[in-house]
């Protein structure tokens, strides 16, 4: 793999982290934290974390939509 391939490769994978943090902290956070419906401030805090973590982020996103709803 030469080095252009590889950049080329780690610039994909940070415009999909970016998507993916973009769409996480304006519609996923609600649902994910319930706690954080009203914390705003500390939402670009995230967009690093988001941007290198996305495939997790992603997952455990898409898993905790098809969860049932638990009642307390």
């Known amino acids: 793999?030469?080095?252009a391939s590889l950049l080329y490769a780690?610039?994909?994978?940070?415009?999909?982290?970016?998507a993916v943090a973009a769409l996480f902290l304006l519609v996923g956070i609600d649902r994910v934290d319930p706690s954080a419906r009203?914390?705003?401030?500390?939402?670009?805090?995230?967009?690093?974390?988001?941007?290198?973590?996305?495939?997790?982020?992603?997952?455990?996103?898409?898993?905790?939509?098809r969860a049932p709803e638990t009642e307390a």
Request: hydrophobic share 60%.
């Open 1 to 3: 793999m030469s080095p």
């Open 10 to 18: 780690l610039e994909i994978y940070g415009w999909i982290g970016a």
């Open 38 to 65: 009203s914390s705003y401030a500390f939402r670009p805090l995230l967009i690093p974390g988001i941007v290198v973590l996305w495939p997790l982020v992603l997952l455990r996103w898409i898993r905790l939509e």
